[in-house]
Nanobody, 126 residues
Framework: QLQLVESGGEVVQAGGSLTLSCVVS????????MGWFRRVPEKEREWVST??????????YYANSVKGRFAVSKDSAKNTLYLQMNDLKPEDTAVYYC?????????????????WGQGTQVTVSS
């Protein structure tokens, strides 16, 4: 079983930037893909981004709401996934979760992923 630990969530001003990290441990090999989701109270978890982890580098996918502002990346040597968030808006305020998929499926919904971190709070003030 994989363990995922997110960090980096803070209170930032609108227009600012923030980088989240997710350390992956416990597996013999890396996952097929990693994703970022976010959730606000009384709403379902929303897909943000997916990175194909396997191989050297990989394709990246983004939700329309963050495309052009967020960038997902990985450091294989550190077993760490990152989410660089730029030009933050108040509507980006949420608990952010990283997730791991062991094999390819849709990779854009909650059911596509097998393991989850506990989340880190990002608050964007105006």
């Amino acid at each position: 079983q994989l363990q995922l630990v997110e960090s980096g969530g803070e209170v930032v001003q609108a227009g600012g930037s923030l980088t989240l990290s997710c350390v992956v441990s416990g597996g013999v090999r890396g996952p097929y893909a990693m994703g970022w989701f976010r959730r606000v109270p009384e709403k379902e978890r929303e897909w943000v981004s997916t990175l194909i982890w396997s191989g050297n580098g990989g394709r990246r996918y983004y939700a329309n709401s963050v495309k052009g502002r967020f960038a997902v990346s990985k450091d294989s040597a550190k077993n760490t996934l990152y989410l660089q968030m730029n030009d933050l808006k108040p509507e980006d305020t949420a608990v952010y979760y990283c997730a791991a998929a062991l094999r390819a499926s849709g990779l854009g919904t909650v059911d596509d992923f097998d393991y989850w971190g506990q989340g880190t709070q990002v608050t964007v003030s105006s």
